[in-house]
């Protein structure tokens, strides 16, 4: 285990809270006001049980970080509640639960690779590309002479997931969507 201080922890680490269980953490945010002791607080899910908790640190207060191996894996499919991941050096498969995943499972593609942190041999977390590409499938139509001003309209992705895009993204349009909190980005360049 390594110790960082609260303000270190980020989205996807796997910490050991005081009561001796591992938790991945969903959302670190840092709070420095004006006046006073800057704050982290940190929304955490008990990979045991999928227990969701929510703690407040100081920003200097230590905090156990679980040693996690980081392992290139592709999807491969989906089998009932679960899906399948294979190990790019060895081609083991991994089964890992849908609850894990939670909404990222939206942007999982055939083939992606992701890396999947292990610890004694479980998979406990999962990381996705950054960006994906993706193409809009429904969406309101275009209004004649909209610009990428700063009004958005709904979509749905071919994936199922969906975002908001500008009022000039048609029906069709390829997109690049960040896969952190499911913003459009951009349009796709291919």
Excluded at 58 to 84: I, P, Q
Excluded at 152 to 172: F, Q, S, T
């Amino acid at each position: 285990m390594a110790v960082e201080i609260a303000a270190d922890i980020r989205k996807g680490n796997i910490i050991e809270y005081t009561d001796g269980q591992l938790y991945v953490v969903l959302k670190a945010e840092s709070f420095r006001p004006g006046k006073g002791t800057p704050t982290t607080t940190i929304d955490m899910r008990r990979i045991s049980d999928g227990i969701k908790i929510s703690n407040t640190y100081k920003t200097s207060d230590k905090v156990e970080r679980a040693y996690v191996e980081e392992v290139d894996h592709s999807y491969l499919y989906m089998e009932g509640e679960n899906y399948v991941f294979m190990n790019s050096a060895n081609y083991e498969q991994v089964v890992v639960p849908a609850a894990m995943l939670g909404d990222s499972a939206h942007y999982l593609q055939e083939n992606m690779t992701v890396i999947l942190q292990m610890f004694n041999g479980e998979a406990v977390s999962l990381t996705l590309p950054a960006r994906i590409t993706a193409e809009i499938v429904e969406t309101e139509p275009v209004v004649k002479g909209q610009t990428a001003s700063g009004s958005y309209k709904p979509a749905k992705l071919d994936n199922g997931a969906r975002i908001m895009v500008p009022a000039h993204i048609g029906v069709g349009t390829r997109v690049i969507v960040n896969t952190e909190d499911g913003s459009y980005m951009e349009r796709a360049k291919d």
